[in-house]
Structure formats: C-alpha cells, structure tokens
C-alpha cells in the first residue's frame, strides 16, 4: 500500500468536507448528488458521492488557474508541484488546492481568505514570474541576445528597391570599370563632372542611404 497522502489522513468525515469546499469552489451543485450523510434524504436519480469526488477532480483539473499555476511551479522548480503532476483523483484535487491556498497566504503574503477568481489569477501570476524569472536567470547575456535576434529574424526581411539601387551602386563602384554615368537611373543619383572626387562623392552618398535604411530595417539602437 502507498504512503498515505493528506487528503486520505482527514478521514471519513474530514475527506466529505474538504469534497464539498472543493465542490463549491469548483462550481459544482452538490444538491446533484446524493449519499450526503443526511439520513431519510431520498436520492432517486441523483449521482452518487465518488462520482462528486470524480467530478471534483475533474474540475479542478480542467480549471484554468489550478493547471496553469502547477504548470508555472513546476517548471520553476517547485518540488511540490512536481509531485502533484496530473489532477485525476479527489486526493491530488485537494493537493493542488492547497497548494493554491500556501502559495495565496504563505508565498503572497496575503492575510485573508483564499477565496474567488481574483485569488486565483494572483497565484497564477505569481508561479509564472517565477517561471520566468528563472528562465532569464538561466540564459547568459549571449543568449538573451540571440532569443531576442531570433524573433526578428522570424519575418523574412524584404528588401526595398531603393536600397537594392544604393547597395548595386556601392558593390559597382568596387569595380575599377565602375562609370558613374551609367548609373543615372539610381535612386539618389547625382549629376556629376569628371573626376575621381565626384565619383567617390556618389558612391559615398549611396553607401550611407545604405547604411541608414539597413539600420531602420533591423531597427538597431545606439549603444549607451
């Protein structure tokens, strides 16, 4: 036989309560169910009482909040949420709500009662910073340098005509039988004389609208 868990040390008594504060947390009518404990009651086409504990589970499994909140934990690290996993039975259902709760009270620092959506979203806000704290803490600079060069690069770059024309101008003008002349449908192109200086002037205003678009496109910033 396993190690016995919290919820099977409540006892008879103990398990039917924390079923029924699930339940009620969860949304679920417990009037639904019979075998309550409430003698004379009649419990003609009503489910029974492990189908509420099946229910329970279900619930809590499939309540946004609780999966997310185990999921942020465990990948942070959190021993606890590791072990509860999967919620598929009545047992981890009230593991994973406590766990809801000490994170609400001992983890948030929060004095009141653990109760409603909004306590919810805030622990599930507090495990996913914890999830992504240690994610950033687990990167080097470099990393984080190239997590954030691979969302850029992501979108297929498409260069624009006019800095196709100012970069063919800059590459022609590597060519010693570069003649300006014949660039005179370039984009940005001046009327120039004879003479290595106007040429050069050319091509070092192509080379700099080059540059400019380049860093525009890939939006780089100074360095500080």
Not at 69 to 75: D, G, K, T, V
Not at 133 to 143: E, N, R, T, W
């Amino acid at each position: 036989m396993g190690k016995k868990t919290k919820y099977d040390k409540l006892g008879v008594m103990g398990k039917r309560e924390a079923d029924m504060r699930m339940a009620k947390d969860y949304g679920i009518d417990v009037s639904k169910y019979g075998n309550q404990g409430r003698p004379g009651a009649n419990y003609t086409g009503k489910k029974s009482y492990d189908d509420l504990k099946k229910d329970v589970a279900k619930a809590a499994s499939n309540d946004y909040d609780v999966r997310r909140s185990l999921e942020a934990a465990s990948l942070s690290g959190n021993e606890k949420a590791q072990k509860i996993g999967n919620i598929s039975n009545a047992s981890e259902a009230y593991a994973a709500t406590r766990f809801m709760e000490k994170t609400h009270k001992n983890r948030m620092g929060n004095g009141g009662a653990y109760d409603g959506a909004n306590d919810q979203g805030g622990v599930t806000n507090y495990w996913v910073n914890k999830d992504r704290d240690k994610l950033k803490d687990s990167m080097s600079a470099k990393d984080q340098q190239k997590a954030a060069k691979s969302a850029v690069d992501d979108e297929p770059y498409q260069e624009s005509e006019e800095l196709s024309n100012a970069r063919q101008t800059v590459e022609e003008y590597d060519n010693k039988d570069f003649n300006i002349f014949n660039r005179g449908n370039a984009t940005g192109a001046i009327d120039a004389g004879d003479g290595d200086t106007q040429r050069q002037n050319a091509a070092s205003t192509f080379l700099e609208k080059y540059k400019l678009d380049v860093k525009a496109k890939a939006n780089f910033q100074p360095t500080l």
